[in-house]
């Protein structure tokens, strides 16, 4: 009895672990996900910072075109729609740097073009 339970057990961890792996894998779409990260700045120690982050996979194309600039582009990245600010203090810092560390949590995120004031927008 016991043995049959613990395999049951095991068995429906394993299913539960892989549905979640293939729903995220496949997920299309923007949503909240909690994100951890080092906060750090020159002249302070890092602090280990868990918060809510935006995370997802966007529609997405290019096409080209036969006149300049020769690429009709269609990108979306999955962003900020609600978002609110935190303040933490980092451990160690020198007596001239200021300990205060912001960073934004994730209300609500979707699909839309690429902000610099957000969300880092290099590639596009």
């Not at 395999?7 to 792996?21: E, K, Y």
């Not at 602090?47 to 990108?75: M, N, Q, S």
């Not at 912001?102 to 590639?123: K, N």
Request: glycine share 6%; proline share 7%.
């Amino acid at each position: 009895m016991h043995r049959s339970l613990l395999l049951l057990l095991v068995a429906g961890t394993l299913a539960v672990c892989v549905a979640l792996t293939s729903t995220l894998h496949g997920f299309r779409g923007c949503a909240v996900r909690e994100f951890s990260f080092v906060a750090h700045k020159p002249g302070c120690k890092g602090l280990r910072v868990t918060t809510e982050a935006c995370w997802g996979r966007c529609h997405t194309w290019e096409k080209p075109v036969p006149d300049p600039p020769y690429i009709h582009r269609h990108h979306r990245v999955c962003t900020y729609s609600q978002m609110r600010h935190v303040t933490v203090r980092l451990p160690g810092c020198q007596p001239n740097v200021s300990s205060l560390y912001h960073y934004p949590v994730a209300l609500q995120c979707h699909c839309a073009v690429c902000s610099p004031q957000d969300t880092e927008c290099e590639t596009f």
